[in-house]
């Protein structure tokens, strides 16, 4: 039976062998005119499927305006998009099959903290510059040196909401009902309520809930019970709209407050009148009245048929500073690239002034958006001092 | 008898050979990736068949015992395995340090798995078929849950193979990899074809039976439970060093069903038949690249199909061995 | 006081889901001895349909009692029809296999339906329509019941004591419960067993189809992987209240969605999935006939 069981290994082991030589992927040496790959590992479907569809969207205008005027160094940008569909460790298998199966030479993504932390290693490991265009939480950049960010990050995005709710709507006692599954959440939950706290404000309660969860009234009926001003609600989009309706229905009708999660439109699909007179700290706003932020609008609603969100912009912009960077290197790849990157300053985006600092993130300025008859409404600007 | 062995060592140290030192050189790092898992699918349905195939007590919360190890190896080798392994690197060759430092997460991972398996087995063994598999079902969740919880090994963010100093804990020699799978077939095999293995076929074939004649049916079950849930901790243990990464979402009770499926399309009762299934059922979707989707409804559609036409599976409860192939070949010349 | 009041109220309305789903488990063990592990994927199908169908009708904008009713009625009808289809091919052939068959052929039914589902009606969670506008029903001091937990809680009644009317007084529901008995003896007795069986799985699907509206309403969030968690959560009701008992189901529900919102609301949320699983493993060892069940001792 051992010789058996051996056999069969065996067996296994030479077909799966013979099955593996067959077609083998292998990169070719570029000629001048071979595209250049790059890599956007997003989650176009599952949970957060906005965040990947937006931010593809908007990448793939940048990369298109790019190539119509001749593309860079001479050569297109070919995009490859791999799905993750919103799940944790696919974010890294979409990663590694960019890296080694596709061998793009740099990587776009990913939205969600959890899912570029995932992935982050793999690119470092492989030496591949990663630039995420929207997570927030400060430990994506300190997996290493090619990981960089081209949007604030959640110390700053916690501070912003703390003092929105102390300064501006005058509340003194926050609840806090956050995501424990995301790291997003849970990052930007803290540095909230330090800066609340710091403030002379009371955070009267705390409660968590998991993503995909579809049933709060238990945790809101604690948090009913605490009499809070207002509760900050750090999640995405998909539990917002529902928290928001059951907190409704339980009679609790203070403010809610949130972070960049909530910018999708299914905010206020889901959500419906329970988000209304609600608000939300982001990187941009559509209806801003900057120049180059309106003709970007336009021409992206042209090509998209809808306003861009704040991810189809940082995916714009995340785009054109790789571009911009690989020009200003002179290379395509590797660590002439990464250091291109590093050297980002004032690059004008669409979601602000961007430079990226020696953390490799970028300083930017925030906006706070009120969702006020049935659409985001700019409300203010926070600089980033 | 002698040429046998040495025929079979031979082929082994060859087999060795091609996985250490011809293939990483000569494939891509990602099929080198897929045979990887496609060892880990063979290692976690072996170990499964020996509680529901030969022992006939339907488990379906594998992937909790799998969990188990590749956290308990996991949370081994970054806390403690970067300084033993450091200091083995101070005497020895660093493939050798590496290659000596890998068993001990393993085995770490087997055990912890293996007392979990204990733990999990004296209360549920009791109960009869349905209720056993969703008892199982149950504890591979609350297992995963509660390892959710625990932040010293990531929680929801996952845990990542990097040790204190920053030293990568990977292990993907693949020929090392192969040698634990190999060994783990063999003891299984060994175990179900032993005198302890009559006792567990008994046991599948009439429990009751079973112990009017005096066979410690429980002993023999939790027995059964134990060494499977070791494996499995091997398994994940072995997942967990290959992959670099893990998270809870990989041990959820999908994973637990997919084990399941290798088994019994395999052949409740064949050890050879959940080879096979494992490795075909592992390597076919990452080569029919874009059959992603179909592959689950697949596998789903297979079961029901075996389940109403060929219950015993591909093999049935029989394995193959090389005089029964050559009987096999035999009978087709004969027919000829 | 009136946390606890609230909370107790929240578990209620969550948990008579529960109790609909638990039914149609309760039912198909009692004839078939066969934990239906696709009965899950069947009040995801019935939440899928009562979408689709809403946004059909027309009725998916303005919240309506006819529009509910048509979509009530076109996810059961829907429901009954994948519970007896489902029933005619996988469970029917296996009739008379080893126990082990029909259950791994039950998962495969599950994982079919699932990715199924996914391919069908797309990965992406998906928004029921409100087709009762949601505001609060009634106050009490700070208790708060909503029209929408109302609307839930008595129609969950209601079908259950329909369905309690059906097999306590009438001639089939007689002839289902002789069938749950002993089934041999029934056929000897001229009851049309495969009907029987049929009309079972038909009942216990258009509950959970019942239930997948429900849930529409009150959690509007749906996607094709919805039914799982819930699924088991909703056989560890019928198992907690005795599995074969409907009394039991209805009973088993009520208490675990009471269970699983007082540990979210004083523990943590984070232990809600857990909950249910410690129930069943207790349950199961310390008094495995549940509530309301009785003790069926196996025989050499």
């Not at chain 1, 599954?181 to 800066?195: C, I, M, N, P």
Request: net charge neutral; charged share 15%; aromatic share 8%.
């Amino acid at each position: 039976m051992l010789r058996a069981a051996r056999r069969a290994g065996g067996i296994a082991l030479v077909a799966s062998a013979l099955w593996a030589c067959g077609p083998g992927q292998s990169g070719g040496a570029g000629a001048a005119k071979d595209p250049i790959r790059v890599g956007h590992f997003a989650s176009l479907t599952g949970d957060t499927a906005t965040f990947g569809q937006s931010t593809d969207r908007g990448i793939r205008m940048a990369f298109e305006e790019v190539n119509a005027k001749g593309g860079v160094l001479g050569r297109p940008i070919e995009l490859i998009t791999e799905d993750d569909r919103s799940v944790t460790e696919e974010a890294r298998s979409a990663a590694q099959k960019l890296i080694q199966r596709d061998e793009v030479v740099a990587l776009l993504g990913e939205v969600a903290s959890s899912r570029s932390l995932a992935a982050a290693p793999e690119a470092q490991r492989a030496g591949v510059p990663m630039i995420s265009p929207a997570s927030t939480n400060p430990r994506v950049t300190e997996v290493g040196d090619d990981i960089f960010r081209t949007c604030f990050i959640d110390p700053f995005q916690g501070a912003v909401m703390a003092r929105f709710a102390f300064d501006d709507l005058k509340a003194r006692r926050v609840a806090v009902l956050f995501d424990f599954k995301q790291d997003y959440s849970v990052g930007l939950a803290e540095f909230f309520r330090k800066t609340f706290q710091q403030l002379g404000g009371e955070i009267v309660a705390d409660e968590r809930y998991t993503s995909g969860d579809i049933e709060f009234r238990a945790q809101l009926t604690t948090i009913r019970g605490a009499s809070p001003d207002a509760i900050f609600v750090p999640g995405y989009y998909t539990e917002v709209g529902l928290i928001a309706k059951q907190a409704r229905e339980l009679g609790l009708n203070v403010p809610l407050l949130g972070g960049d999660g909530w910018d999708s439109e299914k905010t206020i699909e889901i959500g419906g009148s329970a988000v209304e007179g609600d608000y939300f700290s982001t990187h941009y706003a559509a209806d801003s009245d900057d120049p180059h932020v309106r003709d970007f609008v336009r021409r992206y609603q042209a090509k998209n048929g809808q306003v861009p969100d704040a991810m189809a912009a940082l995916g714009y912009d995340a785009a054109r500073i790789l571009v911009d960077s690989m020009a200003r290197a002179g290379k395509t790849e590797g660590p002439a690239l990464r250091d291109a990157i590093a050297a980002t300053k004032d690059f004008p985006g669409i979601t602000g002034r961007i430079t990226i600092d020696p953390q490799r993130n970028a300083l930017k300025d925030a906006v706070v958006l009120k969702i006020d008859g049935g659409r985001f409404r700019y409300h203010r600007t926070v600089s980033a001092q | 008898m002698r040429a046998r062995t040495l025929a079979a060592v031979g082929a082994s140290a060859f087999a060795f050979a091609i996985l250490e030192w011809v293939l990483p050189r000569a494939l891509n790092p990602y099929y080198l990736t897929i045979l990887t898992r496609i060892g880990v699918a063979i290692v976690a349905a072996v170990s499964l068949q020996l509680v529901n195939g030969f022992t006939g007590q339907f488990s379906i919360g594998h992937a909790g015992f799998m969990a188990v190890g590749a956290y308990a190896s996991a949370a081994l080798s970054v806390y403690l395995g970067s300084e033993w392994l450091a200091a083995l690197a101070s005497v020895l060759p660093v493939p050798l340090a590496r290659a000596l430092y890998f068993p001990l997460p393993l085995l770490a991972g087997g055990a912890l798995a293996g007392v979990a398996g204990l733990l999990v087995g004296i209360p549920t063994l009791r109960l009869r078929g349905d209720y056993l598999a969703i008892a199982t079902l149950g504890f591979g969740e609350i297992i995963r849950i509660v390892i959710l919880n625990v932040d010293a090994v990531g929680g929801a963010r996952g845990f990542a193979l990097t040790g204190q100093n920053g030293a990568d804990l990977r292990y993907e020699d693949l020929g090392a990899i192969y040698a634990v799978v190999a060994i783990s077939v063999a003891v299984i095999a060994r175990l179900a074809y032993s005198s302890a293995g009559l006792a567990f076929r008994a046991v599948r074939e009439d429990e009751t039976a079973a112990a009017a004649i005096g066979v410690a049916t429980t002993r023999v079950k939790v027995l059964a439970f134990v060494v499977s849930s070791f494996f499995a901790g091997v398994a994940g243990a072995l997942f967990a060093h290959s992959e670099g990464y893990i998270h809870t979402n990989s041990f959820s009770f999908v994973r637990s069903f997919e084990i399941m499926v290798f088994v019994v399309l395999g052949g409740l009762g064949s050890i050879t038949g959940a080879v096979i299934a494992a490795t075909v059922l592992t390597a076919a979707p990452e080569g029919l690249r874009g059959f992603g989707e179909f592959r689950m409804i697949l596998y789903a559609l297979l079961l029901i199909a075996v389940m109403i036409l060929r219950p015993q599976g591909l093999m049935g409860s029989r394995e193959l061995s090389l005089g029964a192939l050559r009987g096999w070949l035999r009978g087709r010349r004969a027919a000829a | 006081m009136e946390n606890l009041l609230q909370q107790l109220v929240n578990g209620i309305a969550w948990g008579s889901i529960y109790a609909l789903v638990a039914l149609g488990y309760t039912m198909v063990y009692g004839v078939l001895r066969l934990i239906n592990f696709a009965h899950g994927e069947v009040y995801m199908v019935g939440a899928m349909t009562g979408f689709y169908a809403a946004h059909a009708f027309g009725v998916a904008d303005q919240p309506s009692a006819l529009g509910l009713a048509a979509t009530l009625v076109a996810s059961m009808a829907a429901c009954a029809v994948l519970g007896a289809t489902i029933e005619r091919v996988a469970y029917r052939p296996l009739r008379h296999a080893p126990r082990l068959a029909p259950l791994i052929t039950a998962i495969g039914v599950s994982l079919l339906l699932q990715n199924a589902g996914q391919l069908v009606f797309g990965a992406d969670p998906k928004f029921f329509p409100p087709l009762v506008a949601s505001r609060e029903a009634w106050r009490v001091g700070s208790l708060a019941v909503s029209n929408i937990q109302v609307t839930v809680l008595a129609t969950a009644l209601l079908l259950m004591a329909g369905l309690e009317l059906v097999v306590m007084r009438t001639r089939v529901g007689r002839a289902m419960r002789a069938v749950a008995q002993d089934a041999d003896a029934a056929a000897l007795m001229g009851v049309p067993v495969d009907r029987i069986i049929q009309l079972t799985f038909v009942l216990g699907s258009a509950l959970a189809g019942a239930a997948g509206i429900l849930v529409g309403l009150s959690n509007p969030k749906i996607d094709p992987l919805m039914g799982l968690l819930p699924g088991l959560k909703a056989f560890v009701a019928a198992v907690l209240g005795g599995i074969g008992s409907i009394p039991g189901a209805m009973l088993g529900g009520l208490l675990l969605g009471i269970v699983e919102t007082l540990v979210a609301g004083y523990l943590s949320s984070t232990y809600r999935d857990a909950i249910a699983f410690v129930v069943l493993i207790a349950i199961l060892l310390y008094r495995p006939t549940g509530l309301f069940g009785s003790a069926q001792p196996e025989k050499v």
